[in-house]
């Protein structure tokens, strides 16, 4: 059964849409990870301003591994400094990170 990663981001009123742009632009840069099932970026439909990433893997190991790696490190701007791409000012103001196994299926 999956492992569900929801990291749950607070963005500043109307910067939603750069994180979804940012989302949009890495889309593929997971094909291949170890355990990585796929993803689904959710955009609140009401006042909120708290996005959803929610992320399947095969095991809390596959998930941990890709969280203590380069990948994960480059991808969210605390790798290495002297990369050639500039690290983006992050747009979320925080984040929660809730884990979850799937129950009931229907």
């Given at each position: 059964m999956s492992i569900i990663k929801i990291n749950a981001i607070t963005v500043p009123e109307n910067s939603g849409d750069e994180?979804?742009?940012?989302?949009?632009?890495r889309r593929?840069?997971?094909?291949?990870?170890?355990?990585?099932?796929?993803?689904?970026?959710?955009?609140?439909?009401?006042?909120?301003?708290?996005?959803?990433?929610?992320?399947?893997?095969?095991?809390?190991?596959?998930?941990?591994n890709w969280r203590t790696s380069q990948?994960?490190?480059?991808?969210?701007?605390?790798?290495d400094s002297a990369s050639e791409e500039q690290p983006k000012k992050p747009v979320g103001m925080s984040a929660e990170l809730w884990s979850y196994t799937v129950s009931v299926t229907g």
């Open positions: 994180l979804g742009k940012r989302f949009a632009a593929d840069s997971m094909e291949g990870t170890s355990g990585f099932e796929g993803f689904e970026l959710l955009k609140p439909t009401d006042e909120r301003t708290t996005w959803l990433v929610i992320t399947r893997w095969a095991t809390e190991a596959d998930f941990e990948d994960f490190q480059k991808s969210h701007g605390t790798g």
